[in-house]
């Protein structure tokens, strides 16, 4: 049987020029742990986002960002100052054999410094450059400031989380927090350099790329939008749960332990889900009179639609531990749930199992640490970390000496130049 730690990742043979902030680093990641040789270059003393908290052992420091260290695995990393005549050359020739560069600057900031893609691909025509920005590099509000936060709003997604009017009246919109417009812009920039890679395939040409956050997030609003155009129906926000025209029942509920379960009870309620609903709650002795035969009724049931998920559920829920809840619920087929902490996540059975949790080495701290894993098992070109986030110009001499060629004294002088 074949080792999977020798096999090589599915990306395995391409070279990334990453050029990323915050905004873009996850698209790296991912392209890098599906084995592209990933080189993130960062301006002199390292990229911001080193500074972005927590740290280990809360120590403040650009080498033990918590955060740097997630979003830059399986990256090598140089540092380069793009604003200098000798930084411009470097790069130039770093790209003239690159498969795909990333970037996230400004509009219009590259093409000032003639690193953009049409001066780019006259070297390189098989060269694939992605600009992922805010809004992309046309339109009203290219050049607007925005944040996480901003895009949440902007791109309507917002719109749909928070706390319905029974629950908080006159509530506000919430966003959901862990940079999801950050993460969602990557994750389109990633299937659109991967459609582009199949391109290049296909034609033997590369392609420029322009990629908005905003636009991403546009494209997430799930329903709303569609709902909007073709019923002229405006989509409310639900307390924890999906928005909807009109007001649903509940669907989440707290558990003896203070927990919450999620229960996706209402839209199923048919008589054979009720019967099983019921013989689930009796085996506890808490069915009530839910094995009355007239819950076989499709009226009766609609009826008492507000008697079983509050009443019924919401007491059988209440009476135990969450887990305990969950698990019954899904011997049967049920969609629930217990609404767990992210840090709940690391005790999780199943995820053990398929073995997502990986130790990452970190060789100058002497230490391993745990990093969550691949959202796919690959049996053929396997996802791998294949080395922690780089230190600042860890690869400087690696890369400028050992695949540009310049010697140890040039690569000195370039420091003392503030190049690299």
Not at 177 to 184: D, E, I, L, P
Not at 244 to 249: D, L
Request: glycine content about 10%; some cysteine; charged content about 20%.
């Amino acid at each position: 049987m074949t080792d999977p730690r020798t096999l090589r990742g599915p990306l395995t043979g391409l070279r990334i020029l990453e050029l990323a902030d915050q905004t873009g680093q996850f698209c790296g990641k991912l392209l890098g742990d599906l084995g592209a040789d990933v080189v993130k270059i960062e301006p002199l003393g390292g990229e911001p986002n080193r500074h972005v908290g927590p740290f280990l052992d809360d120590v403040p420091h650009p080498e033990r960002s918590l955060s740097f260290w997630y979003y830059n695995t399986s990256k090598r990393g140089i540092t380069l100052n793009l604003e200098t005549a000798d930084g411009r050359e470097l790069f130039r020739r770093l790209a003239a054999t690159a498969d795909v560069i990333l970037e996230t600057y400004r509009p219009d900031f590259l093409v000032s410094l003639g690193l953009d893609y049409e001066s780019l691909r006259k070297q390189n025509s098989r060269l694939i450059m992605c600009s992922l920005t805010p809004f992309g590099q046309t339109g009203p509000w290219r050049d607007y400031a925005s944040s996480d936060l901003l895009h949440m709003a902007a791109g309507g997604a917002m719109a749909s989380c928070g706390y319905d009017e029974a629950d908080v009246p006159n509530a506000p919109p919430i966003a959901p927090g862990g940079g999801n417009a950050w993460h969602t812009g990557c994750h389109f920039a990633y299937m659109a350099i991967m459609a582009g890679l199949v391109y290049r395939t296909v034609s033997g040409r590369g392609q420029y790329i322009d990629a908005s956050i905003h636009d991403a997030c546009a494209l997430t609003t799930e329903a709303a939008v569609a709902n909007y155009i073709y019923r002229g129906e405006v989509l409310r926000r639900q307390t924890g749960r999906h928005h909807a025209a009109a007001p649903t029942p509940r669907t989440q509920f707290r558990a003896k332990d203070g927990t919450y379960v999620c229960a996706l009870v209402a839209g199923r309620l048919n008589p054979r889900y009720v019967k099983e609903l019921a013989d689930l709650l009796d085996s506890y002795g808490m069915a009530g009179d839910l094995t009355d035969p007239k819950y076989q009724d499709p009226a009766v049931i609609a009826a008492n639609t507000s008697h079983i998920i509050d009443d019924l559920v919401a007491k059988f829920i209440a009476s135990l531990p969450a887990e305990e809840v969950y698990h019954a619920a899904q011997k049967r087929g049920f969609t629930w749930a217990a609404v767990r902490a992210p840090e709940a996540l690391l005790d999780d059975a199943h995820l053990h199992d398929r073995g997502f949790w990986k130790k990452v080495e970190h060789p100058e701290l002497g230490r391993s640490f745990v990093y969550p894993g691949e959202a796919a098992i690959y049996n053929g070109s396997p996802w791998r970390i294949s080395r922690r986030a780089p230190l600042i110009g860890e690869h400087n001499t690696e890369i400028f000496c050992g695949e540009l060629g310049l010697s140890r004294s040039e690569l000195c002088v370039l420091a003392e130049n503030r190049v690299i």
